[in-house]
C-alpha cells in the first residue's frame, strides 16, 4: 500500500471517528429530548384536561346548589350548558389522550358519572323533584365527588407518571453521559496514539535514510536498512540496500587495488638501486629502500614511523640527506664523501617534495618526502 493512500485512509478514519461521536451525541440527545417532549405533550395535557374538568364540574355543582338553596338566584340554563360543554370537551380530549396503566378506567369511571349527572340535572328530572334539598345531597352530590375524586386520581396518576419519566429521562441522560465519556475517551486515545504515532511512521525512516546516507558517505558500506513494508519506504530500503552492496563490492575491488598498487610500489622501492627514503608530511619514515638500510646501517633498527629527524641525530649520513629538512636551506642537491680502507666514496643527496591536486581546485598540496642517496664515485673516475 502506497503512503499516500495509507495518508488518506488515516484521514478518512479520523473523519469516521469524528462523525461516529457526533451521530452518537446526537442520537442521546435526541433521545432525552423525545423522552422530555413526551412528558409535556402527554401528562401534562391530561393534568389541563383534568383541572379543567375540574372547573368545569365546581360550576356545575355550583348551580345546582345555587338553584337548591339560595331564593334571589335566577336560574340560566345556557349557562350551565356552556359548563357541560366545555366538561365535555375535556373529558373528549383526555378520553384521546390515555398514556398511562388505570387512567382508562378512571376515564370511563368520569363518562359514566358525567352522563349520570346530565340526566339527574336535566329539566324534566329537575322539574319533577319535589324535595330539591334531599335529592341534591342525596342523588347529585355524591356523584359529584365521584367524579371529582375519578380526576383527582387522573392527576395523579399522570403527576406521578411525570416524575417517573423525569427520573427516567435523567437516568439516560447519566448513562449517555457515561458511554459517551467512555467513547470520547477511547477515540481521544487513539487520537493521540495516531497523532505521536503517524508522524512518527513518516520520520522516523526518513532519519534512518539520512542517517544511513551519511554513512555510506563516510565510506561505511555495511550499513543496511531494514523494511519490509509494501510502500515506498521498502522500496527505498530495497534500493538502499542494493546500492550500498554494489558500492562496498567496488570498494572491496578497489581496496585489493590499491593495496597492490601500493604493494607494487614498495617494492620497487624497496629494490631500488639507490638509497631511497620515504617521509610523510610531518617528516616520519615510512618507506626505506633495501640499499638504504645497509648504507646508512639500519638493518637492525626499526625506523617506520619514526621521525626522520630524531634518527638522524645519531647517523651522520641520514643527517647529511636530511640536511634540508634539518637546516631549513630548502632542497638542494648536496655531495658527501665517505673514507673507508683508503678508498673514497662520493655521494649526491636529493630531496623532492611529493604532492598531490586538491580535488574540485587547482591547488596542490605536499603529503610527503622523497630523499634519494646516489653513489657517484664512477663518474668522478
Not at 453521559?177 to 526518513?206: E, H, R, T
Request: proline residues 2%; glycine residues 2%.
Amino acid at each position: 500500500m502506497k503512503i499516500k493512500t495509507k495518508l488518506f485512509l488515516a484521514f478518512v478514519f479520523l473523519l469516521v471517528e469524528f462523525l461516529f461521536v457526533s451521530i452518537f451525541s446526537l442520537y442521546f440527545i435526541f433521545k432525552i429530548s423525545q423522552q422530555n417532549n413526551l412528558i409535556t405533550k402527554d401528562n401534562n395535557l391530561s393534568i389541563s384536561y383534568s383541572e379543567n374538568m375540574l372547573q368545569s364540574m365546581d360550576k356545575i355543582n355550583d348551580f345546582n346548589s345555587s338553584s337548591v338553596f339560595n331564593s334571589h338566584f335566577v336560574p340560566d340554563r345556557k349557562e350551565l350548558s356552556r359548563f357541560l360543554t366545555n366538561f365535555e370537551k375535556n373529558l373528549v380530549n383526555e378520553e384521546n389522550n390515555i398514556t398511562e396503566t388505570g387512567e382508562m378506567e378512571l376515564a370511563l369511571s368520569v363518562r359514566e358519572n358525567f352522563e349520570k349527572i346530565k340526566s339527574l340535572i336535566s329539566d324534566s328530572a329537575w322539574n319533577s323533584v319535589p324535595d330539591k334539598p334531599g335529592y341534591y345531597y342525596a342523588t347529585l352530590l355524591p356523584v359529584v365527588n365521584e367524579i371529582k375524586l375519578a380526576l383527582y386520581a387522573i392527576s395523579d396518576i399522570n403527576m406521578n407518571a411525570i416524575i417517573r419519566k423525569n427520573h427516567t429521562a435523567n437516568d439516560t441522560a447519566s448513562h449517555s453521559y457515561f458511554i459517551l465519556s467512555i467513547i470520547a475517551s477511547i477515540f481521544f486515545l487513539v487520537f493521540f496514539a495516531f497523532i505521536f504515532g503517524f508522524p512518527k511512521y513518516i520520520a522516523d525512516p526518513i532519519e534512518i535514510l539520512a542517517k544511513n546516507v551519511n554513512e555510506i558517505a563516510n565510506k561505511n558500506f555495511k550499513v543496511r536498512m531494514a523494511f519490509n513494508s509494501n510502500d515506498e519506504f521498502g522500496q527505498i530500503s530495497k534500493a538502499f540496500n542494493d546500492i550500498a552492496v554494489n558500492l562496498e563490492e567496488f570498494n572491496r575491488n578497489e581496496t585489493e587495488i590499491l593495496i597492490e598498487r601500493k604493494e607494487l610500489a614498495e617494492s620497487a622501492i624497496r629494490k631500488m638501486d639507490e638509497a631511497v627514503l620515504i617521509l610523510d608530511v610531518n617528516q616520519n619514515i615510512i618507506l626505506v629502500s633495501i640499499l638504504a638500510e645497509k648504507l646508512l646501517n639500519l638493518n637492525n633498527i626499526n625506523i617506520i614511523n619514526r621521525s626522520a629527524i630524531e634518527v638522524a641525530q645519531k647517523n651522520d649520513l641520514l643527517k647529511f640527506m636530511l640536511r634540508g629538512l634539518i637546516e631549513d636551506i630548502g632542497f638542494q642537491t648536496n655531495t658527501f664523501t665517505i673514507t673507508s680502507n683508503d678508498i673514497k666514496t662520493t655521494y649526491t643527496s636529493e630531496m623532492k617534495v611529493i604532492t598531490k591536486p586538491v580535488k574540485n581546485s587547482d591547488l596542490i598540496v605536499p603529503i610527503g618526502y622523497m630523499i634519494s642517496l646516489k653513489n657517484i664515485s664512477k663518474s668522478f673516475n
